[in-house]
């Protein structure tokens, strides 16, 4: 039996996204760090945007973000709070060669 | 110690926006050089104050009047001189609401240092009278101070192949004017489309092709080959090459970022600039340890303070505070945020020695996992060019007439089998005439009248190559037989990827006839013959899907999709625009050697980030409850006479130890590839993969 909250997250779309984060220092500068932002989709998600189906739910995400969950062959866990908030983890962004 | 992106600590290079936790920290990357003055100046005075103190700390007793006041006196230079710069880092941390190494350090000694200036004002304050630590605080900045010099001139070191390299560049070039005179200009001022000399001896400035001279050109700075190479016209050279024994005149074609030189560096700085997966616990970790850190010196502060107080200790403030300083000063994450770059840095530097380009540091983890190597065949198995392999002439014509004819016509073509055939007439010294009527016909061959003769070529592909037919006044003269042939770092390569436990494939267009009698000789099995250019990357998924992780190697220029397709694409440089080429990793000497090398290189690369990062781990949990007092049950509480001094020790030395630990992958990688390199004898085809 799905739980009400459950429920609330079926047939949505959500939007994956990089954001820059300064990483650990003390070799002479601070490296970016690329990390996988979730949202909930509004509005139209640009059109070079891939849909990724995953039963109930959609992913939108560019290019980049899906060459590197493919290349890298990640596993990305994200997790949807009861508090709204979505969390990804196990992303490793790879540079486009 | 994550710095958040609203610090203006920052500075934009190429593109890419690097934050800096403290003013040190972007000094040091702006001005290396002044950074290293500075700190030389600040060790040459604490040194001398700092043993100072501790002479008179231990052998002048605490009851010789106005002692305490002299410690203090000597200990402020030190003090607040020689530790600004931690001083001005805590305070960008705390600015900032980010924690980093030098809140730490500036926690430790002025804790250390405000207790004893506290006991030496009022000594009556604490019953019985506290010691003075004076020799801690100062300790405590010059041993990090020393570590952070240490660490300065081993990463010097560590980027040795790069600095060489952008070192070797002349400052001066002898420029060729319109009017054929030579001026010496300074290499900058060089520009595309210039035409340059360079004299026997010289080393190259700017990348150029040669239009008149012959020399021979040593290559070995950027591809590792120890093998001079010829060049005449229409011959590329690159930068940072060293002419040696003739005068070639070049049009230069790229200059000062652009050349193949500043590429390079380019790569080898952005090396560490690069993430493998392992650093994302790292990363996770640093966000979080410099305030679990602070928690974990307050807790057992007050835990030591409470307990002495308990059992009637006069020494629990004493204890207290000196169990603080040690906890704060012990732990280092700078050991941790050091791990991978160090690590990337200097592998950069010795594959980019070895002719090996690594421009996606991350693909150094799929690589370390590669257990499939698919080759392309033509250009990368085999020479990408056909040659000449045999001669057959019809009874009543001269050879070197006949090929004479064919070479004339063929000489007006850029195809292939052209080139191979005027290749051939030059290498016999057999004059090419000159040729009208040229008409060349798309998938046929080509014709023109040489000397009043009727020449026709006509091309044709056969098993394992193609053949020539060359006609005269409409009689068939004689037909030349040509092939693509092995390169010689071919089979060796594929055998030593076997001793390594990687299988191997080949992809190729043309027949399945053809890419057997390859395989054949290769000891390669798994064939894909007839295949689409657009259908090899349909292939390495299917590997991928049956478990494998797949490097690629193949043209950097016309096989991109199944170079980014691959878990690892290794291209074979096509040129010297290195930008240009597709590829995780760039081979600059066409060795198929190189990609066993790559494969070494990323095994150990790997295995050197995770001890690194696993000792970074293992020193600070083990460190950590040593300060906290752990030892005491064993030792008494008599350690903390010289715990803070100790832990002051162990930090200078964590990031020295990482970058010394980093530095020893240069010798292992070098021992590895020496092997490999002596084990290349051409041993005969093994069967099957």
Redesign the interface.
């Not at chain 1, 490793?92 to 540079?95: F, G, K, M, N, T």
């Given at each position: 039996m799905v739980g009400p909250f459950l429920q609330e997250i079926y047939d949505k779309s959500f939007v994956l996204s990089l954001i820059?984060?300064?990483?650990?220092?003390?070799?002479?500068?601070?490296?970016?760090?690329k990390k996988l932002k979730v949202s909930e989709r509004s509005g139209d998600v640009p059109s070079h945007f891939t849909e990724v189906k995953l039963k109930s739910l959609s992913l939108f995400m560019d290019k980049v973000i899906y060459?590197s969950i493919d290349?890298?062959?990640e596993t990305v866990t994200i997790r949807f709070t009861k508090g709204g908030r979505f969390f990804a983890s196990g992303f490793?962004?790879?540079?486009q060669? | 110690m994550f710095v958040p992106e609203t610090s203006d600590l920052y500075a934009d290079v190429d593109g890419q926006r690097y934050y800096f936790c403290s003013k040190t920290c972007q000094q040091k990357y702006a001005s290396p050089e002044k950074e290293e003055t500075g700190l030389k100046r600040r060790l040459i005075v604490a040194w001398p104050l700092a043993i100072t103190v501790l002479l008179i700390s231990y052998l002048v007793s605490p009851s010789v009047v106005y002692r305490d006041y002299l410690l203090l006196t000597i200990a402020l230079p030190v003090q607040f001189y020689s530790g600004y710069g931690f001083y001005e880092g805590a305070y960008h941390s705390l600015k900032t609401r980010s924690a980093n190494m030098d809140l730490l350090v500036t926690m430790g000694t002025l804790t250390a240092f405000v207790f004893s200036a506290y006991v030496t004002f009022f000594p009556s304050i604490t019953i019985p009278a506290s010691e003075v630590y004076f020799d801690a605080s100062v300790f405590i900045i010059t041993l990090i101070l020393t570590g952070n010099f240490i660490e300065n001139i081993t990463k010097v070191r560590a980027n040795k192949a790069a600095s060489k390299l952008i070192g070797m560049i002349p400052n001066v070039t002898h420029f060729i004017t319109s009017d054929g005179e030579i001026i010496d200009k300074r290499t900058d001022e060089i520009a595309p489309g210039d035409k340059i000399l360079i004299k026997p001896g010289e080393v190259i400035s700017v990348d150029g092709v040669v239009y008149d001279g012959k020399s021979e050109v040593d290559e070995s700075s950027l591809t590792g080959e120890q093998e001079p190479v010829l060049k005449v016209s229409p011959s590329e050279v690159s930068s940072g090459t060293v002419n040696l024994n003739g005068i070639l005149r070049i049009n230069v074609t790229r200059t000062g970022k652009d050349s193949t030189v500043n590429q390079i560096y380019e790569l080898i700085q952005k090396a560490i600039s690069g993430r493998v997966k392992v650093q994302r616990i790292a990363d996770v970790f640093s966000s979080v340890f410099v305030p679990l850190v602070i928690t974990a010196a307050i807790a057992a502060s007050l835990f030591w303070y409470f307990y002495l107080s308990s059992i009637g200790s006069a020494l629990s403030v004493e204890i207290a505070v000196l169990v603080f300083v040690s906890v704060v000063v012990i732990a280092c994450p700078c050991a941790i945020g050091l791990a991978g770059p160090i690590t990337l840095l200097i592998s950069s530097n010795v594959s980019s020695e070895n002719g090996i380009l690594v421009k996606n540091a991350s693909a150094l983890d799929r690589l370390s996992k590669a257990n499939r190597a698919v080759f392309d065949k033509t250009g990368t198995l085999t020479e990408p060019d056909p040659i000449v392999t045999s001669v057959s002439i019809m009874p009543g014509y001269d050879e070197a007439d006949v090929i004479a004819m064919a070479a004339s016509v063929e000489s007006s073509s850029n195809h292939p089998i052209a080139k191979a055939i005027v290749s051939f007439a030059a290498g016999r010294n057999i004059p090419l005439a000159d040729v009208r009527d040229v008409e060349e016909i798309p998938g046929v061959g080509i014709k023109g009248r040489v000397k009043d003769v009727a020449v026709r070529v006509s091309r044709a592909k056969k098993e394992g190559g193609s053949s020539v037919s060359i006609n005269l006044d409409n009689i068939l003269a004689g037909s030349l037989s040509l092939s693509y042939k092995i390169r010689d770092s071919a089979l060796p390569a594929i055998n030593a990827l076997g001793l390594l436990g990687v299988k191997t494939a080949m992809i190729t267009g043309d027949s399945l006839e053809e890419g057997r009698r390859i395989g054949r000789e290769l000891g390669i099995s798994d064939i894909h013959a007839e295949v689409l250019p657009a259908d090899k990357s349909e292939i390495i998924k299917q590997y991928q899907s049956a478990g494998d992780y797949v490097i690629y190697t193949g043209d950097g220029i016309n096989d991109t999709v199944a170079l980014e397709t691959a878990d690892v694409g290794i291209a074979m440089a096509s040129g010297t625009d290195i930008a240009r080429e597709s590829g995780d990793i760039i081979l600059l000497n066409n060795d198929l050697s190189h990609v066993v090398y790559s494969k070494i290189i990323g095994d150990k690369t790997i295995g050197k980030i995770k001890q690194n990062i696993g000792w970074a781990f293992g020193y600070n949990t083990a460190l950590i409850p040593v300060a906290g007092g752990i030892l005491v049950p064993l030792f008494g509480l008599s350690i903390y006479s010289f715990l803070p001094i100790l832990a002051a020790f162990a930090m200078g030395m964590s990031s020295s130890s990482v970058v010394i630990n980093s530095l020893l992958l240069d010798g292992k990688i070098r021992r590895l590839l020496n092997r490999a390199a002596e084990s290349y004898d051409g041993k005969e085809a093994k069967t099957g993969n």
């Open positions: 820059s984060v300064a990483g650990p220092c003390k070799d002479e500068s601070c490296q970016v760090i060459s290349r890298g062959r490793a962004y790879l540079p060669i | -």
